[in-house]
């Protein structure tokens, strides 16, 4: 007996003119289902166009990558106004979508974009909303993520008409899986004026990778001495295609912005790979990257706390190990 599929719909997020990785990995937590891939607004534009970063002419579309990674259906989603700039157009738009189409979930990244919306939609629809999750079981409404600084994993059922979930970046490895790729145009009633418009969007690190997003992490501790110092790590971080973060102890000394920080009062991340520099490895931090696929630690200190969590440890001063490694590399 054939299985019956649940209509999911998955929000796309698109950076370039590209489909971002990290949304490829939600659909492949939605594998096996009726999968409905939706971009919003202005980024329903780059559907049909080449992606701006592949390296060929004959680089797949957003529609064919799309369609590469399980959408049986893409939905272009447009409103009376431009929703790109109107986050809560951009939320009642997805709750247009949802009754229009019937969908029993709905799954988005835990990125800013996607925790922004999903909590509007969730107050829009009256639903339960889970966030950060990092295993999904979509028939069963059971999802796992962390709690209490990721000390343990706690399983949870959501109870609801619709299943809001959205998912920890990196969390869940992309797999293709193709499929037909219909492309479709919808028009949300979105009729309000929006309560927050978007104006300008500036980055912190331009140039650089999201932290939270990355596949590659290499992050420095205290031991980095100086905020120059951190031009060491960017270059490594260039070598491996690398975002370039920060320990607590490391921004309270002043070295790095608190956007780089990653622990529990910093940012949660879930990369490939997370390379410690000069990190002790204190509870705080483990918190933030304990997720990661592999970690490696470079601390001069045999005895740090970090070696007990890391996968690959080299002890030695980062100032003689990161140079050589990037030379290497």
Known sequence: MDQIKIKTGVLIEIENGAVKE???????????????????????SAVNAPSVNAPSVNAPSVKDKLAEYGAGTIVSISGAEDLSAYPDLQALALASAVKEYNFETLL???SATGRDIFARLAAILDAPLVSDCVEI???????KKSHFSGKTMATLKANGSIFLCTIRPNSIEPVAAATAGQLVEFTADTQSTGLIKIVETKKATKGLLDLTEAPIVITGGRAIKAAENYGMLETCAQK?????G?????????????????????????????????VSGAVQHYAGMKTSKVIVAINEDKDAPIFSKCDYGIVGDIF??????????
């Not at 079981?137 to 999802?143: A, D, L, P, T």
């Not at 003689?320 to 590399?329: A, G």
């Open 22 to 44: 990290t949304s490829l990995g939600v659909m492949t937590a939605a594998a096996g289902q009726d999968i409905y891939a939706l971009i919003l607004g202005r980024d329903a």
């Open 240 to 244: 491996l295609g690398a975002a370039v």
């Open 320 to 329: 003689d190990v990161v140079p050589v490694l990037t030379e290497k590399l």
């Open 137 to 143: 079981n979509i028939e069963e409404k059971i999802v």
């Open 246 to 278: 920060a320990s607590r102890a490391a921004v309270d000394a002043g070295f790095a912005p608190h956007s780089m920080q990653v622990g529990q009062t910093g940012k949660t991340v879930s990369p490939k790979l997370y390379i410690a520099c000069g």
């Open 108 to 110: 988005g990244t835990a």
